[in-house]
């Protein structure tokens, strides 16, 4: 069930949407102006945002703008009135994902209102599997694949796996990779770090001609390809 945020000062028009969507299965929140928006922005995680455009304290295109500083994903939908059709322009550059002019249809919003979570979830659904050349980590359901092979990975072997497909082309310090993998400092006395790289490397290279972890004298470690 979709956790909606509707920003929206007039009562009617906000009374009649959370009516509807509620009837549809959704769950909301509202809000009056952009104050308490943000208020209650940050507090809760919402699946997607309804935005009117005319608010009492602030301009929704601005309010669109200022959310958009600390939250790039969430969907925000834009309500405009139709004498105000230059804010569909201006609320899509302030980082709307869609907008719908008042007066609208129940279901026109309904459908609006799906297809942005579709969206979403394709957008998700991407990023949560990372590449690196023939590399592959879904960090959904851990899984590895080297050319489409599974690769068994422990817990740690995989967190650090994952640390390096997130900062590919990148030296990472052992002292960075203690703190990322292991929570702990660095401790000189030890070479648990390049027993751990050791490990993963023969996992993800063995049978392949290309390695992809490289050693740096002196600095660390770098998931790269080498030319
Ligand atoms: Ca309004």
Redesign the pocket.
């Known amino acids: 069930m979709a956790n909606i945020c509707l920003v929206?000062?007039?009562q009617k028009?906000s009374a009649f949407i959370c009516r509807g969507l509620e009837e549809n299965g959704y769950k909301l929140q509202t809000a009056k102006d952009g104050a308490s928006a943000k208020a209650l922005l940050q507090k809760t995680e919402f699946d997607l945002i309804i935005m009117?455009?005319?608010?009492?304290d602030i301009n929704?295109i601005e309010l669109c703008r200022q959310v958009r500083f600390t939250d790039t994903k969430t969907p925000i939908l834009m309500?405009t009135a139709l004498d105000q059709i230059q804010n569909k322009v201006s609320g899509l550059k302030a980082g709307a994902d869609d907008y719908l002019v008042k007066p609208f249809h129940f279901i026109e919003l309904l459908a609006r209102i799906e297809a942005l979570l579709r969206r979403q979830k394709v957008t998700e659904a991407v990023e949560h599997v990372l590449t690196f050349d023939d590399l592959k980590l879904d960090t959904w359901s851990n899984i590895a694949e080297r050319a489409g092979h599974q690769i068994s990975l422990t817990a740690k072997e995989y967190t650090l796996l994952e640390l390096f497909m997130r900062h590919p082309n990148k030296v990472l310090s052992r002292e960075y990779i203690a703190e990322q993998v292991w929570n702990i400092g660095f401790d000189t006395g030890t070479n648990f770090i390049d027993v751990y790289v050791n490990y993963l490397r023969k996992k993800i290279e063995k049978g392949f001609k290309n390695k992809l972890i490289h050693t740096v004298i002196g600095m660390g470690y770098i998931l790269k390809i080498e030319k």
């Open positions: 929206e000062d007039e028009v009117d455009v005319m608010l009492p929704g309500l």
